[in-house]
């Protein structure tokens, strides 16, 4: 039910449409007045959604710095990559998406011998799955790249960020591989994957990519709007939500 609900209500956390429906308010107005106060109202929000100084200052505060540094020797046991990195394509096949960092960085990390083992992730999350499945799909790319079937694990039935820890502590644990793990997903899901994995009692150390915008400078040109800031922070601020609700939830 949890699973449904969360599909629904996305809507619910997309800034565009709050612009609209205050937009929407105002046109219904009739005190002029009132009407002013809406559309002033939806002018401000979506200037706030979409100017870049705002959101860099808000993933200055949320992006977690990755926990391995260029002088870090340690070989891990194992590299778990979150799916969401591809989605389905022409005729059931997959095709990577604009999540796709997490697959480079992952199988960077295998193939430098920083792990010794990559476990990918991922099943379908779509509200009404199709046969898709993420992980044997990325398999497949790993094999097509040379990589040796004995290096890689899949878990292809998770829906969300919490199956991805339960179902991966199984493999984990069938397969006898020690802990520290190295986690990669993308930055802005980050804070919430650890989260969730460390109350499942998987001991990771974060390893983010896939950055939606360089944080550490600020411009003068970031006061000016920009569309794809918007869509950014729709991805944010579902994080933030599902940060909430996993906090509460064993």
């Known amino acids: 039910m949890y699973f449904i609900l969360s599909k629904i209500l996305l809507f619910l956390l997309v800034p ?35 100017a870049p100084f705002l959101f860099k200052g808000f993933t200055r505060l949320w992006d977690i710095k990755p926990g391995v540094t260029k002088v870090d020797t340690t070989k891990y046991s194992c590299v778990i990559v979150l799916g969401g990195f591809s989605s389905e394509g022409i005729e059931g096949s997959g095709q990577f998406n604009r999540a796709s960092d997490r697959f480079i960085t992952a199988t960077l990390l295998l193939t430098t011998n920083k792990a010794r083992r990559i476990l990918i992730t991922g099943g379908n999350g779509d509200l009404v799955p199709g046969a898709y499945r993420e992980a044997p799909w990325a398999k497949l790319q ?29 493999i984990l644990l069938t397969n006898k591989l020690k802990p520290p793990y190295l986690l990669v997903t993308s930055a802005s899901h980050m804070r919430r994957a650890v989260m969730i994995f460390e109350k499942k009692g998987i001991d990771v150390v974060p390893h983010p990519c896939n950055y939606l915008t360089n944080n550490k400078h600020f411009k003068l040109i970031d006061v000016v709007p920009q569309a794809d800031v918007l869509s950014s922070w729709e991805v944010y601020l579902k994080e933030v939500v599902g940060y909430a609700v996993n906090s509460f939830s064993k």
């Open 16 to 50: 565009l449409n709050w612009v609209l429906a205050l937009l929407i308010v105002a046109v219904l107005k009739r005190d002029k007045v009132k009407r002013r106060a809406y559309i002033i109202a939806g002018i401000t929000l979506l200037y706030v959604f979409s």
């Open 142 to 170: 790993l094999q097509k790249l040379g990589i040796a079937d004995s290096l890689i694990l899949i878990e292809g039935n998770s829906r969300n960020t919490v199956e991805n820890a339960v179902f991966s502590k199984r």
